[in-house]
Nanobody
Framework: QVQLVESGGGLVQAGDSLRLSCSASGRTFGRYAMGWFRQAPGKGREFVAVISWDGDTSYYTDSVEGRFTIAKDNAKNTMYLQMNNLKPEDTAVYYC????????????????WGQGTQVTVSS
């Protein structure tokens, strides 16, 4: 199996920035996509962003388009999510996830998940 560890969450003010990191270890494939999902209190988990194994293709949910940027370093098996101009509605637990697909936004095609990191944005 694959182990994923997120870091970088915290408490920030609206308009601030954070960078989340996700490190993968264990049974990893040479080519894989990694994505970010989030879950707000009382809500289901939703897709945020994904990047293809080669780093050339990415997709974002509409609410973060233009504010968040996803990146990947295959040599380090590490993924990043740069979050700018954070809003209170971005408050959630953020999870990184791993898939053997080239790229997908389908939650059921991600089989390995991190434990999550809390992001809280105050007014």
């Amino acid at each position: 199996q694959v182990q994923l560890v997120e870091s970088g969450g915290g408490l920030v003010q609206a308009g601030d920035s954070l960078r989340l990191s996700c490190s993968a270890s264990g049974r990893t494939f040479g080519r894989y996509a990694m994505g970010w999902f989030r879950q707000a209190p009382g809500k289901g988990r939703e897709f945020v962003a994904v990047i293809s194994w080669d780093g050339d293709t990415s997709y974002y949910t509409d609410s973060v388009e233009g504010r968040f940027t996803i990146a990947k370093d295959n040599a380090k098996n590490t993924m990043y999510l740069q979050m700018n101009n954070l809003k209170p509605e971005d408050t959630a637990v953020y999870y990184c996830a791993y898939t053997q697909r080239f790229i997908t936004i389908r939650e059921d095609e991600y089989f390995y998940w991190g434990q999550g990191t809390q992001v809280t944005v105050s007014s």
